[in-house]
Structures are given as C-alpha cells and as structure tokens.
C-alpha cells in the first residue's frame, strides 16, 4: 500500500501567535482509518486544515498521492476534489436553504450536469440515511442529522479522503454511535478516514491507527495498542486509559489473565477472562448468528422472519436498518458494537439476527471469522436469505459448521 | 416553543398549502393586495380581509393564535394612522366637531369614508403579505427570483442572508440566555449595558462565523455557484381555476361596490 497524504516537517504559526506546529511529520496509508489524537490546543484542528490546502504551511511540505500541494486555485480544487473535509460545527457547513441545494453545492461547482447532480445527490444522502429529507431547511434538523447532512455534502464530491473534525463532539451517545457506524460503512466501501478526536474510548475501538499529538509535534504514530498500554505517552498528552484496558492491566497485575493480546473490546476483554480462569465451563452449545442484508430483502420478509423466529436478539448496524425496524416496529436490543454484542449473546447460547446494510455483510462474515480463529471457539453465521450473500467462498478460510 | 421553533419559516415550511406551486401562491396573495390597493371603496378590501384570512386558517391551517399575533401589530399601527386621517379636513358634511385645547376638531364624512378606506386596505393589503409570508418557503421565492432572472450575485446573497438570519437568532438566544442567568436584565441600566453586549459580541461572532463559512465553502471547491433553481410543482388545473376565480370574485366585488360608501 502507498502513501496517500503525507506530512513532512510541517510548520505552521497563525498571525502574531507563537508556532502552533512545529515540525509535524507522519504519513496515512491509502484506505486507512486514522484518529489524530490530543489534547485540546494541540493543533488537531489545523492540521486538519492543512490536509485540503485550507493553510499553507510556513515549513515543510503536505504530499497527496506523492505530490506535493500546490496552493494556487487550479490545484487547489484537484486537492479538495479528493480531500473531504466535514467539520466539527455542521451549522457553518450547512448554509444552502434546503438540503438539497447544500448538498448539492460541491458538484454544482464541479460543473457536473443538473441531471448527474441529481443522481449524486439522492445517491449521497441515500447513503447517510437522509433520503426524502431534500426539501427540509438545514435549520431544522436535529443535530445528528445536520452531521449527516454535511456529511452527505462532502460525499456527494467523491472524495477519496474523508476528514472528520471532531465528528462526534456534539452528538448523544447512540447518534455518535451511529456515525462510527456510518465512517465504518464509507471505509468498507474504499474511503480512507481521518477523524480528530479526543474521546479515547472512540479512538481506540475505531482507528487502526493513532497519531498522538501535542504542542504541535507529533509524540507517537502508532497502532491502539501501542499508544493506549503506555501509561508514559497517555499521560503527558492529558488522556487517560480507555477503560477496557485499564481493567485489563488491573487484571493483569492480580494475574487474574494472563498477558497476551491486548484486548479491544469488551467481547476479547471477557474471552480472555474466560480462557484463564481455570474453572471448566459449562458446555453450551453456541447461539448462531443470522444476517439480513436490508438493502436487497424486503421490509415484508424480515417481519416475517422475526416473527416466525422468536427468541432472537435483534440488532441493527446503520441508519437504513434503523429505520426499517422501527418502522416494522422490530425491538432492537443492540444498535451499537453490534457484531460483538452478537458474539457475546452466540457464547452464551442465544441467537441473534443482524439487520446490515448491503457493503457490511462481508464485514460480519470476516469479524466473526477472525474471532473464531482467535478463541478457538466455533460461531455459525447464516446468512438469513440467497439475497444476503456470504462472501465468496475462496475470500474466506473455514467457516464454523453450520446448525 | 421556543423562538426558534415559533417563527414565521417555520409556518411557511410546515403549512398545509407548502407543496403547492409557489407561482400560485405569489399570485394568489399579490393579486389580494392590488385589488385592496386599487378598490375606491372599503368593501372589497374588507371582503378580501375576510375570506383571505379564512383561506389562511382554514386551508393552509395556520394557528389562529398565531394569525393574530402576527396581524395585530400593523393593523395598531393602522388604527393609529387612521385617527390623524379623521380630523383632517375633509369635504361634506361634518359628522363630529369639538375642541381640544382651544384646537378645534371636526370629523366629515370625506375624512371618515377615507378613514375606513384606508383601514382596510392596509388590514387587506396585511392579510395578502401575511397569507404569501406564512405559506411559502424562503426558498422558493429564491428559486422564483432565479427564474426571473435577478443577478445571480442578489439571488446569492439572500440566500446567504436568510442563512444567517438563523445563526443569528440562534447566537442572540444563547448569549441572552447566558446574560440573563447572571442578572444580566435586572434593572433598567444593568439591561442596556447587556444588551450593547450582546450587540458587540453579535457582530463578532457574525464575522467569525463568515470566516468559517468561506472555509467550508472553499473546502468544497466554491467556484462562485450558489443558486440552484429547486424544483417545483407543477400547478394544478383546479388549484389555478380555484384561484382564478377567487381574484376573479374579488375583483366583481371592488366594481360592484365601487360606489359604496359607510358614511353619505
């Protein structure tokens, strides 16, 4: 994989003010998901802004694709064509009268054709769950969907790049829950993301991999794993241990577990309890995991599957799926970390059925996969219809056996 | 309902007439207000006071509450403006005469025919801006003033302004709230103290917010396209035949009662 941005000894200081970068370098991967980390005042913001050429850097260089940016208008579009920026306050990113002519601004201004504008935009909002809200004033909306709005506004362009300022400052716990969930769909489908963020819990579920900033260097670039277990990095960048991993090291030095891996989520956190705590389990023959793909099966036919199922836990990754079971009134007991709450409920022996949109069914296929290789233990996924297709066989190793 | 909720955007969005075609709307309520202006008696306009505010409660469902709010501040206006109008010397005969302070004043029956004559066609005119200001969007008199060709720059502008407007209502609200917690508005001079505050800290933020908002706009490559025409719906034969004949029904009205007077 190449370098697709690339920060080479950025400096960078706002009128009359002391430097606020000094000497930031690091490169993102192409189709990576990358949290910029820090405290408050470290300088996320306007790095963030260096990536579309909003600043220019007093030193130093920002390459795209191996190029280095150039600041004059004509490459500037080329840049912010590629490089999408949605920022932290959705108000100052909204600004057109009706959705609609918001999201349509970028390609308005591309030159695109009023009937590929058309397209792009229904397609755009489509995809964050907006459709049939074209006519509504921005002004109206809650605040998680003027995210989505602006969101659908920056897509609508087709970026390759997607930068997100702080994307889940202003939303409640279940609407930022949602957005992660909406970033991971755009990644599934080729997006490379960069969020700047200073939840740590977030950053250390999400990304793959963390740039730890503060006074305007870089301190550390590395995976979760690494930035979050050194108690040294965590504090002298005023952020603290996501609380997964504070357990874990607790457990750790009573030697209740033993030091492997270390652990993500709650899912690895309690499988690697389970390993080591000596007791023999008792056996229970593990739940299944059932997945609908919304996107091709009819609202209809999943009533009917639900209804001819009971006992299954429900869940619902994105807004599409969302939607759909409240307006098929499904009760949904997991609307966030759905596919490991899906593996939990499986290790106890309860069945769970999973509403995905279409790009997130292979997602499951492979998170369960590479559970089951790592526990050793054995969780069946089935798709629940021919229309939710399993990946092609050769794209996945053995899969555990079915009912 | 907050005020930012409650406002007139939030009628015109939300109405029961919204989806109508907003070249018939623009008609129907223009074309109110010219007959009212253009009646030489008080009756059409007075018809048109009735039944447009009938159209506007009933059809377009619009809180009667909030009808009146609205209307009663022109119409106090009005009334006012219509006194002076009654003691100015009119001709025929003098229906009231008596004296303030050595003043003497005399109401005739011209003063008080133009009088009435100018109540309603202000109360009238009022209803027609109030029916158009309630049941159509902003935003499709932007694509209405596009079709017309108005110079892309003004049809920008407005555009800009009227999002502004909300960014403003929105800063105005937070800052007098965090005014009014800390006694902010107490006594007389602690309240014109804040609220030069608050006007000050207003234009601060409007201009920050500008700056952020040609960030946003660059960042999505802004090549000086704002307007995009929405689209409309095309009107429907009974909607304009209904129209049609409403105006059409006005207009028999201001002839026919053309020489109608209240006072001979």
Known sequence: MTNLLEFDNIHYAYPSCPESLSGVTFSIKKGAKVALVGPNGAGKTTLMLMCNGVLEPSKGRVLLDGEPLRYDSRSLREVRKKVGMVFQNSDTQLFAPTVYQDVAFGPLNLGMEPDEIEKVVSRALLEVGLAGFEKRPPHQLSGGEKKRAAIAGTLAMDPEVLVFDEPTSSLDPAGAADLMELLDELHAKGATIIISTHDVELAYLWADQIILVNKGTVIHAGTPEEVFTDPALVTSSNLRMPAVLEVYTELVSRQMVEKTQSPKSVLQLVSSLEQSSGKPKAYRAPGTITVCNVDTTGAEEIKAWVADNPGHKHGAMGTRAKDLAERESIALDFTYGVIDKGILRALVGECSVLLTPASMVPHVFRRVETYCRESGNSIAVVPMNTKTQSPAPGAMTKRGPTE | ?264
Not at chain 2, 11 to 21: G, M
Not at chain 2, 47 to 66: C, G, H, Y
Not at chain 2, 110 to 135: E, H
């Open chain 2, 1 to 264: 309902m907050s005020f930012m909720e409650e406002n007139l955007d939030y009628y015109a969005q939300s109405n029961a007439l919204r989806d109508v075609n907003c070249y018939l709307k623009l008609a129907l309520g223009l074309g109110a207000i010219f007959i009212c202006i253009a009646s030489p008696a008080p009756l059409a306009p007075l018809f048109i006071v009735i039944t447009l505010s009938a159209i506007t409660l009933v059809v377009a469902k619009i809180p009667v509450r909030v009808y009146v709010e609205l209307l009663h501040i022109p119409v106090i206006f009005a009334f006012f403006s219509v006194i002076v109008i009654l003691f100015l010397s009119g001709s025929g005969d003098t229906i009231l005469t008596f004296t303030v302070a050595n003043v003497p004043l005399t109401i005739t029956t011209g003063s008080a025919n133009l009088a009435s004559l100018v109540l309603v066609r202000t109360f009238g005119g009022m209803c027609g801006l109030f029916f158009i200001a309630l049941t159509t969007p902003m935003i499709e008199i932007f694509s209405v003033m596009h079709k017309l060709h108005f110079p892309p720059v003004m049809v920008d502008l407005s555009m800009l302004i009227y999002h502004f407007i909300f960014v403003f209502i929105a800063e105005t609200i937070a800052i007098h709230n965090a005014q009014t917690i800390r006694h902010g508005y107490t006594s007389l001079k602690r309240s014109i103290n804040s609220m030069a505050m608050l006007g000050a800290m207003l234009f601060i933020r409007g201009w920050k917010e500008a700056e952020d908002l040609i960030i946003a706009m660059d960042s999505r490559c802004y090549d000086g396209k704002l307007a995009l025409p929405g689209q409309q719906n095309p009107p429907k034969p009974a909607a304009i035949a209904s129209i049609a004949v409403y105006l059409g029904l006005c207009i028999a009205v201001a002839i026919m009662t053309s020489t109608i007077v209240p006072f001979r």
